[in-house]
């Protein structure tokens, strides 16, 4: 075994050659997550910013039919699939519908990561996972209720960052 460590790596010139080049060619190619200073990170965290804290926490529902894609997917470990127009309605009749006992949505931002996707190396879409805390306000306090995690595919379609798939997963309540 020694024999053969030294043939490739003692005094070798051309295989460290070839493995700093190998390597300098696999990492042009490979897409890895996104700094958190990045323009495509700070545009899918206001992304996220818009769908939650305008949309399901505070109810501005107009926002929201702009954000979804047309043929949405959303699946949920508890609640099951539903398509863009479900959706839209659940948040409406039951996120956004009783205003005593609020669901809200707050969001682990150490956790959110970003992943590019790209086509001949152009930029087509987004992956954006994270780890977010659901509480119930009511009479301006706030309980929390449990956590979950998300997968969310985001499309660049017409310069616009538009939500295809949601995975809603792993929600656990919380633990008194």
């Not at 050659?17 to 990492?27: D, E, G, I, K, N």
Request: aromatic share 14%.
């Amino acid at each position: 075994m020694k024999q053969l460590f030294d043939f490739f790596f003692k005094g070798n010139f051309f295989v460290k050659l070839a493995l700093l080049l190998w390597s300098l060619f696999t990492s042009l190619f490979s897409s890895a997550q996104v700094a958190k200073n990045s323009e495509l990170y700070k545009t899918l965290k206001a992304k996220d910013s818009i769908l939650f804290e305008r949309t399901f926490n505070l109810c501005e529902l107009e926002k929201l039919p702009p954000l979804i894609n047309d043929d949405f997917e959303f699946y949920h470990d508890v609640a099951g699939e539903e398509g863009r127009e479900a959706f839209l309605n659940s948040v409406k009749n039951n996120i956004c519908s009783n205003k005593e006992e609020k669901i809200i949505r707050k969001l682990d931002e150490k956790s959110l990561t970003v992943f590019p996707l790209k086509k001949n190396n152009k930029l087509y879409g987004a992956i954006q996972s994270g780890k977010h805390y659901f509480l119930i306000r009511k009479d301006n306090n706030e309980t929390p209720t449990g956590s979950a995690l998300f997968t969310h595919l985001w499309i660049l379609k017409d310069n616009k960052w538009k939500l295809k798939r949601v995975l809603s997963f792993n929600h656990i309540p919380v633990q008194n």
